[in-house]
Structures are given as structure tokens and as C-alpha cells.
């Protein structure tokens, strides 16, 4: 009886994890569950495999194909605009209204006229499904109108470049310097523990002689701002400060949310 307890809480316990990291999962561990049964030799080995190649599959075929139906489509990738990590795309952390998507293009359009060797690096996006279905530990990536991408950087050399600086794309801040504005210290005084937890997510930092291209972030921020169909940028206000950013567009996301140092946060209409 306690074994068999124990069995449905862990099966429960991957449904939930796989739902909430990439809100298919729990459905294709469920069907995996009801496919493979226990009675079946070796059931566990064939049922991991059959889950995967099922999650595979579902991923990459079914709901790329499915989601406009719910107003969200794939970021496609080209030579002007890339998801930074796989991990992205394997959770379905990369949808966006078609809308959104035609701002990427345009932005990437515009800054590759600028800086030709440069592309828009996607972070987190949104769910492929339903408005309202949260994408932890984001607040409010929950509709397919908001979308983080990557900051531009530079190498010790100070050659503007695509490779960043997280693995993760999270969490290898550019920190105020002496005399500027420090909300990231003011919200962690007034007890908000999580404003710059993603440090501890950042997978490895392999690029650490990368810093900040101020004229080239700059410029790919004011080529958003630009865009009429986009209606908020979030970044901290030290960085707003020193790149001499003046817009009604760009404001402060709140103590509430994570640090806007290591990427930016911009959402539609």
C-alpha cells in the first residue's frame, strides 16, 4: 500500500515539474504512463524511451503547428535572429504572437544595418498554449507578448559579438558603478531575496572577458523603442542612465520582479 502511494506522489511530482517547465511535458509523461505499462518487461528503460522520442516529437512537430490556433506562433531562426540555448526551444519557452514576431524581424532588420555580424539572441518568450499559463519564474511571460533577448556584448578586444557572457543567458549582471542609481542593493534592503537570484542560474560563465557594448545595446534598444507596436522595455535605471536613454517606453519592472541587467524585457500592445 505505501509503495503504491509512494509510486503515484512521484508520478505526480514529474507531471507537475514537466508542466510547469514546459507545460506539454506532463501530458506526454501521462500518455507514456498508460502506454508502457508496469506488467511490461524492463518497463521503466521503455518507457524513458518512448517518453522521449514521444516528447520529441510532440515538440517539434505537432506543437509548432498547433499553437497559431491559439494565437501563438514558433521564433523562427535565421541569420538575424537566434534562441541562445537550446533548452529554450526543447521546453517550448520560444512562442510568440505573430505580431511579436514581426517586431523581432523588423528590430533585427534594422540593427543588422547597423552592425552586419550581429544577431537578436532570444532568451524566454512564452508558452505555445493559453493566455494566463505562467512561464516561471517570469511574472508576466504568460500571454505571448512579452520576450527577453540578450544584450549586446564586446570582447577584450572591443569587437562587438553574438557570444554572451551566461550560458544560461541569466545572470552575469552589469553591475551600477560607483555614483549611479543601485536598485538592485535598494530592493534586496527592503527583503526582496529574489531580485538577483538568477546569479546562481547562470550554467557556467564561459566568456568572462565579455563586457557590455554600450553603443551597440544602445542602438538595439532605441531600435525597439522605435517600433510602434511595442509598448514597454524594462531594463535597470542605472543602464538607462548611463546609455543616455530618455523614452517613456523604458521604465522600472519593480522590485517584485528579477534584475534587468543582463538582458532586456519588452512586450507588445
Not at 10 to 35: A, E, P, W
Not at 52 to 69: G, R
Not at 128 to 151: A, M, T
Amino acid at each position: 500500500m505505501k509503495s503504491n502511494l509512494f509510486t503515484f506522489f512521484f508520478h505526480l511530482f514529474i507531471i507537475l515539474i514537466l508542466t510547469i517547465v514546459t507545460q506539454t511535458g506532463g501530458i506526454v509523461y501521462l500518455i507514456s504512463l498508460f502506454v508502457i505499462s508496469k506488467k511490461k518487461t524492463s518497463h521503466k528503460i521503455k518507457r524513458f524511451v518512448f517518453f522521449t522520442i514521444l516528447y520529441f516529437f510532440t515538440t517539434f512537430l505537432i506543437v509548432p503547428n498547433t499553437a497559431p490556433f491559439f494565437g501563438r506562433i514558433k521564433i523562427k531562426d535565421n541569420h538575424r535572429v537566434k534562441g541562445h540555448s537550446f533548452i529554450t526551444k526543447l521546453c517550448n519557452r520560444n512562442y510568440v504572437r505573430p505580431k511579436l514576431h514581426s517586431v523581432l524581424t523588423d528590430v533585427s532588420l534594422r540593427v543588422n544595418k547597423e552592425f552586419p555580424e550581429i544577431k537578436i539572441i532570444y532568451l524566454d518568450a512564452s508558452f505555445p498554449f493559453f493566455d494566463g499559463f505562467p512561464l516561471l519564474p517570469h511574472l508576466s511571460h504568460n500571454d505571448g507578448k512579452k520576450i527577453d533577448i540578450s544584450f549586446i556584448y564586446e570582447d577584450e578586444k572591443g569587437k562587438v559579438t553574438n557570444l554572451k557572457p551566461a550560458n544560461s543567458g541569466y545572470g552575469v549582471f552589469s553591475n551600477p558603478k560607483k555614483g549611479e542609481i543601485n536598485l538592485p542593493k535598494n530592493c534586496k534592503e527592503k527583503g526582496y531575496w529574489q531580485y538577483d537570484f538568477t546569479k546562481y542560474f547562470t550554467f557556467g560563465n564561459l566568456n568572462k572577458d565579455l563586457k557590455l557594448s554600450g553603443k551597440a545595446t544602445k542602438i538595439l534598444i532605441q531600435k525597439i523603442i522605435n517600433n510602434n507596436n511595442v509598448s514597454k522595455l524594462f531594463i535597470e535605471p542605472h543602464l538607462k542612465n548611463r546609455l543616455n536613454l530618455n523614452h517613456n517606453k523604458i521604465r522600472f519592472h519593480g522590485c517584485r520582479a528579477v534584475r534587468h541587467d543582463d538582458h532586456i524585457h519588452f512586450q507588445i500592445k
